[in-house]
């Protein structure tokens, strides 16, 4: 009660009163229960300081003073040192978020759970590993597992005994050598080719789990046999021969419209960074970046099972980064309208059509199109790689060849970006 009482104070009116009621009796109570009390008081002056400075400083003195006991004093002592020097480190240590408790079972293979069993007593139970990965001179060890729970009649010959007929030269190699303890694990040829016999493993499927939830379908068609199968291959970086014209100034370069220039050997490209965690998809780890190949956007994808079992029916979501009708009018108002800023694009004579398939191929979605008094209204949303949205209106006059100026009104949370984004529509829609 004690402890709900200090870690919900803020919730519960009368928390001072409790605790003091049982600060009375402060001498009487166990270790336990005296630790306790000084750490909900110490909790609740940290969420109510102008109304209990007088309970902790008589609960601190309790601890300190009036204590024999060494644990409560030093804790009694910590308390009173963070709250004197520093009451935010005070607070972001006492009142600390817990983290959550993940069970991370299920990410081991089956065949070496029943193996660590045989060795619940050694360090191998806590490492998760044989022990031939990590002793040094394991060439003697053999791998033990548990006889099968169902009865069987047959007796198992013991792995230890050597039939007397096979000379020790001849004897089947059951651990690996010296230079490979870890017995080649990710399925590396890292070594000379060994002479193992074939071992018979059943192929643990994942049954069509859906790895992100939600059921989705499969968005990359056919799969291979598990992630054991043929490896993706990264998109080609051999540029196409028909790279004429001269390259593009400004944010011409920074988007690569010129024809995917940008792609040269000389370019820079952004190192992979981890999209989700093998902890969060049984095992599947998905790290990727974005890049240029030839003019056009790319995403790419490098797929790692962790989970040391074949991995198969698996799928994954890609966000479509497309506001709703709804979703749009509402951030529209939501933004204040300090933040719109206007611009004019001259000499651009392109109609609606044109102009809204020409942002598509970039990115920035059409979310709806109106004519008012003779004007073509777009209504447009993009978002960029650090998770902005820019909302935008591009009105066009169609069917007039003397009026080709385009104007464009951007609404975004972050206005300093507007300026950049502009230069990107107008790159966009003139080449």
Known sequence: MIWIVGEYAERIDNADELLESFLEGFHDESTQVQLQLLTAIVKLFLKKPTETQELVQQVLSLATQDSDNPDLRDRGYIYWRLLSTDPVAAKEVVLAEKPLISEETDLIEPTLLDELICYIGTLASVYHKPPSAFVEGSRGVIHKSLPPRTGSSESAESPDTVSAGVPPSEQPAVIPTQGDLLGDLLNLDLGPPVSNPPIA????????????????????????????????????????????????????????????????????????????????????????????????????????????????????????????????????????????????????????DAASSKLQGNNIFTIAKRNVEGQDMLYQSLKLTNGICVLAELRIQPGSLNFTDLELSLKCRAPEVTQHVFQAYETILKN
Not at 228 to 248: E, H, I, K, Q
Not at 325 to 330: E, P
């Open 201 to 352: 493993t059943s192929s643990v499927q994942m049954g069509a789990v859906d790895l992100l939830g939600g059921g989705l379908d499969s968005l990359m068609g056919e799969e291979p046999e598990g992630m054991g199968g043929p490896s993706f291959t990264a998109p080609s970086t051999v540029m196409p021969s028909n790279l004429g014209g001269p390259l593009g100034g400004g944010l011409g370069d920074l988007f690569d419209l010129a024809g995917g220039v940008s792609n040269l050997s000389g370019s820079h490209v952004a190192s992979k960074t981890v999209w989700l965690p093998a902890v969060k998809a049984k095992g599947l780890e998905i790290s990727g970046t974005f890049s240029r190949q030839a003019g056009s956007l790319s995403m790419d994808l490098t797929l790692s099972n962790k989970a040391l079992q074949v991995m198969s029916d698996f799928a994954i979501q890609f966000n479509r980064n497309r506001l709703e009708r709804q979703i749009f009018l509402a951030t529209w108002k939501d933004i204040p309208n300090e933040n719109e800023a206007q611009f004019q694009i001259k000499d651009c004579p392109l109609s609606a």
